[in-house]
């Protein structure tokens, strides 16, 4: 079964600067699907970036980019220019072709200072 | 359509009552899910729906738990002699099917969950 890590139980981050957040994940198949999400609190979780294992290109969403090392098995997430809003829950998750559900990492909370 | 809807927001309930939530998700979503989430975890996949069909059930979804789609529009889960390990929040998700049938491309559209109290 896939597994989601996410080392990180806490960060923070000046306003202005820049985050990242780390994943890790364990799989033998060779095509799937990564996600960022975003849970602030006590609100509904939203996508914020995902990324096709098949594709070497690193996806971007705005602030938003992803460092994707399929061989390491690393799925990052930088967040720049980082705003007050940013501040939330935020879980990594994986998706195999061909199977439905998601699998989620437990997620790393991001605090953004002013 | 303003997205996935859930209800209600927050459930208080004794313990062994029975607890029944609600799910209407986006309208042209074939593929709707439940997952469940406590405090300082990850969402954990319970079951989900394509169209009126439950396809797959977690190991997590105990005897106690049922859930349907009857028209393959919105959806209840049932939690049958609530146990207080059954505690946290339920959340729905929704997403459609691209044109080769499956789902792959998208991420899911969360609702705000159903947030479950057993005293």
């Known amino acids: 079964a896939q597994t989601v890590t996410q080392s990180q139980p806490e960060m923070s981050v000046q306003e202005a600067e820049t985050v990242t957040l780390s994943c890790t994940y364990d799989t033998s198949e060779s095509d799937y699907y990564l996600f960022w999400y975003k849970q602030p609190p006590s609100r509904q979780m939203i996508l914020v970036i995902r990324?096709?294992?098949?594709?070497?290109q690193n996806a971007t969403e705005n602030r938003f980019s992803v460092n994707f090392q399929k061989a390491a098995k690393s799925f990052s997430l930088k967040i720049s220019d980082s705003q007050l809003g940013d501040a939330a829950m935020y879980f990594c998750a994986y998706r195999s072709l061909g199977s439905t559900p998601l699998v989620f990492g437990k997620g790393t909370r991001l605090s953004v200072i002013a | 359509d303003t997205g996935v809807s859930q209800d209600p927001r927050h459930k208080i309930t004794k313990r062994g009552q029975n607890v029944t939530f609600r799910c209407d998700p986006i309208?042209?979503?074939?593929?709707l899910y439940w997952y469940r989430q406590t405090l300082g975890q990850g969402p954990e996949f319970l079951t989900y729906f394509q169209n009126e069909a439950q396809l797959e059930k977690s190991r997590l979804l105990s005897d106690r738990f049922s859930a349907e789609r009857p028209k393959g529009s919105f959806s209840t889960l049932e939690i049958q002699r609530t146990e207080q390990g059954d505690s946290a929040m339920y959340l729905c998700?929704?997403?459609?099917?691209?044109?080769?049938?499956?789902?792959?491309?998208?991420?899911?559209?969360f609702g705000s969950g159903t947030r479950l109290t057993v005293v």
């Open positions: 309208s042209e979503h074939n593929r």
């Open positions: 998700a929704s997403s459609p099917l691209d044109g080769t049938g499956d789902q792959a491309n998208y991420g899911y559209t």
């Open positions: 990324q096709e294992a098949y594709k070497q």
